[in-house]
């Protein structure tokens, strides 16, 4: 089916057609089988407004209020569907306003284009009105960018622009074009990018390291997995669970990891670092191998490095050479995608159940579960927990709504609790920490899989981010089940104030306004909750909706989330209190 | 070993595309590295550029600079060396008053001496070329400045390496 797809277009390739670049731009993203983009219209960029008009029927242009949000949204929208996220807007403040998504699938991997106008190529450097050098301020945070100043250019550079932003390991990519090239005609074909020449998107796979990791893997007695997005990326979950499944290995996930497995599978023991789970934090300090999978060692995960798994053989599957050896030492690097090195090394690896090492596992869940699991999802004494809502998403989508989440408190409460079925299920901004992220990727995950609950689950602060993306939910009517925990803090800088800045609550606590009401002027239902009997009925009547849904729950206003490893401490020193 | 700090080239094969010097400019001002010298030239590959920038720094942490730069898409391969891996030569020039030359006799002893060349001379000033290691030209300059020097220019450093590069054999296996 896919190679009859790419031959059709080969054959229609040949066929030059006389068009503007702005056609173009709009019949490359068509022939890149795009069908949902996210913008805001500007001056630079209105010659492809003027033909996203025209192909509506083709390519549906989502208006968000504000670029920002059209980044975020591109990202929910290529997060839940492993497709690339396109977003467009204008030059100057348009394109600027793009950063911070750009950023954060930067460091998230997620792959997206990102098309800006820019002013006409002769009034580049002058200073023109909403000039801005797009380029140079996005150098850092983009796998690769450029700018057109031809039509004739624009083909090869959005080919190239999917290409890249997909292949390996996937990212943000940024194509500037001048207003003089989205109008000046040419003749115009289109032939998609499979090689450039300088990029070697996946590394060759060592069938020696592979050997080598087999090896380690056979003979530990204390084996630990620790998988990341990688897993997801490149498609690996069925590899992934009969490899652990076949050694019987422990396997905890980053927070980008979440959800390739199921919660309940029998060897998932939870989520590593910061206010991760007890157990896997603990006992990374004890394996006596450690097989990290498409992860990158972030600094949440390890904790002070000169503690980290100083123990262990490390083992590193890996798509980016430059991960390897960049923070852990590694002993085996096997290099590569994911899903090929994992099919690689199933057939080395013996069986093995490692029942004694896997009660340990389940002896630290005991006592997390008795010293802070329990009073976070089964509270008693007054005050709702952020846990006991996530207990309710979960009784009532059954594992199976995708969680998008914010940052921030209930972005870790959110990891921890929410029970996922299906892969692709955790959407969150996890390198970049970026508040406002939650509402509008929340919004191009519903549109990009419209059959899949999608419940947004945000703080009172980094809702007001990007609260303007209602508007969008409205006029798309988008049905997102929109949760706010409010807590009338910003709650984790709060946490981390209480206890490391002796209760000095400098500007944490917000004076909110009424959000029920805000969502109503955007004639979105909405509903508070304040008491504990009326959550259940109020989480029930908002996934049974079949349109959008605002609910905000007031919860404990100093509220922590535990466990928790200080900044700077080891894994093993993670706090339960 | 690795631990310790010392001169690096990094030497980086890349496609000739503007921005790329900003790309990768921006990887070493991110982690703080002071860029001793750079400069960019075409390589013996035609349509490749070849970057060679001089670093003070570790081992270990000049290979996860190599790593970061081999990342960008644009470029072909990168690599680094000790001073004691490669050939390598920077070149000064000097700007000096021609009165000199008849005022301060020292200075054709030292222009001998030095194995610097005239590159120019007219009745106001004349302009000495001396290429080789740093130090020589740096103490070319030391010499020269008691008397007084108009404009001094010191190029980055270049060098090929000892061992073979195997550039175009590798730009064969990414394209198959």
């Known amino acids: 089916m896919e190679t009859q797809t790419i031959k059709n277009e080969q054959n229609t390739a040949k066929v030059t057609e006389r068009i503007s670049g702005s056609e173009a731009i709009v019949r490359c993203l068509i022939a890149e089988e795009t069908k949902i983009i996210y913008g805001y219209p500007g001056g630079a960029i209105m010659p492809v407004y003027d033909e996203l008009f025209k192909y509506q029927d083709k390519i549906h242009h989502v208006l968000t209020r504000h670029e920002q949000g059209a980044t975020h949204s591109a990202q929910g929208f290529a997060r839940i569907s492993g497709k690339v996220g396109v977003c467009i807007a204008t030059s100057g403040p348009g394109a600027t306003n793009l950063i911070t998504g750009i950023a954060d699938a930067q460091i998230d991997s997620t792959p997206m284009v990102c098309i800006t106008g820019q002013v006409f190529s002769h009034l580049l450097g002058s200073d023109a009105f909403q000039e801005t050098d797009i380029v140079g301020i996005s150098t850092p945070v983009t796998k690769w960018n450029c700018q057109v100043t031809k039509a004739s250019d624009i083909p090869t550079a959005i080919a190239k622009a999917f290409y890249i932003a997909k292949s390996g390991r996937p990212g943000p990519v940024l194509i500037d074009i001048t207003k003089d090239a989205q109008l000046e005609e040419f003749d115009f074909s289109y032939e998609k990018c499979t090689r450039v020449r300088s990029y070697n998107p996946v590394p060759k796979t060592d069938a020696s390291s592979l050997e080598a990791a087999a090896k380690l893997i056979n003979e530990a007695k204390k084996p630990l997995i620790v998988w990341g997005q990688g897993v997801i990326l490149s498609e690996a979950e069925e590899v992934f669970k009969a490899v652990i499944e076949k050694a019987g290995i422990p396997s905890a996930w980053t927070i980008l990891g979440a959800s390739a497995i199921p919660t309940s599978h029998p060897l998932n023991v939870g989520m590593v670092g910061m206010h991760g789970n007890y157990a896997p934090n603990k006992l990374t300090n004890e394996c006596d191998v450690l097989i990290a999978i498409g992860m990158r060692f972030d600094d949440r995960v390890t904790g002070t490095l000169a503690t980290y798994a100083k123990q262990a053989k490390v083992i590193h599957f890996e798509i980016d050479p430059a991960e390897i050896d960049k923070n852990v030492k590694t002993d085996v690097a096997v290099l590569g995608d994911a899903k090929a090195s994992l099919e690689l090394l199933l057939p080395l690896l013996k069986g093995n159940t490692h029942p004694e090492w896997r009660k340990e596992f389940a002896d630290l869940y005991a006592i997390e579960y008795e010293k802070v699991i329990k009073d976070d999802i089964h509270p008693t004494k007054e005050g709702l927990t952020m846990g006991e809502v996530l207990h309710q998403i979960n009784v009532q989508s059954k594992g199976n709504a995708a969680i998008v989440s914010d940052v921030g408190q209930h972005q870790m409460i959110a990891c921890r609790y929410a029970e996922f079925n299906k892969t692709k299920s955790n959407i969150t901004s996890g390198g970049l920490g970026t508040m406002g992220f939650g509402l509008p990727a929340a919004i191009g995950a519903k549109m990009a899989a419209p059959d899949r609950e999608v419940v947004s689950i945000s703080g009172d602060g980094g809702y007001q981010m990007t609260i303007q993306e209602l508007g969008t939910i409205f006029q798309q009517k988008a049905a997102v089940k929109v949760v706010v925990l409010n807590n009338d803090f910003l709650g984790m800088v709060r946490q981390w104030q209480q206890l490391f800045f002796d209760k000095r609550y400098a500007s944490t606590e917000m004076m909110n306004p009424n959000f029920v009401a805000i969502a109503e002027g955007y004639y979105i239902k909405a509903k508070k909750v304040t008491k504990r009997e009326e959550l259940a009925d109020a989480v029930a009547e908002m996934m049974a909706s079949k349109e959008a849904y605002f609910l905000e729950v007031c919860v404990e206003k100093e509220g922590n989330v535990f466990p928790m490893i200080p900044t700077g401490a080891s894994v093993s020193d993670i706090r339960l209190e | ?168 054999s590798l730009l064969e296996t990414y394209n198959n």
């Open chain 2, 1 to 168: 070993m690795s631990t310790e700090k010392q001169l690096y080239t990094v030497s980086i094969y890349t496609e000739n595309n503007i921005g790329l010097l900003n790309r990768i400019s921006a990887i070493f001002q991110r982690r703080h590295i002071n860029i001793e010298s750079l400069n960019i030239s075409p390589s013996e590959i035609e349509g490749v550029s070849k970057f060679i920038i001089v670093v003070d720094m570790t081992e270990d942490n000049v290979k996860k600079i190599i790593g970061q730069i081999e990342k960008q898409v644009e470029v072909i391969k990168a690599y680094y060396h000790n001073l004691d891996e490669i050939i390598y030569q920077i070149s000064g020039l000097f700007k000096i008053k021609s009165e000199l030359l008849f005022e301060e006799p020292q200075i054709q002893n030292i222009i001998k001496e030095s194995h610097a060349r005239i590159v120019t001379v007219n009745k106001d000033f004349f302009v000495l070329e001396k290429s080789g290691k740093k130090e020589e030209v740096v103490a070319l300059y030391n010499q020269l400045s008691v008397f007084g020097i108009m404009q001094y220019t010191r190029s980055g450093l270049i060098s090929v390496t000892k061992e073979e590069m195997k550039i175009s």
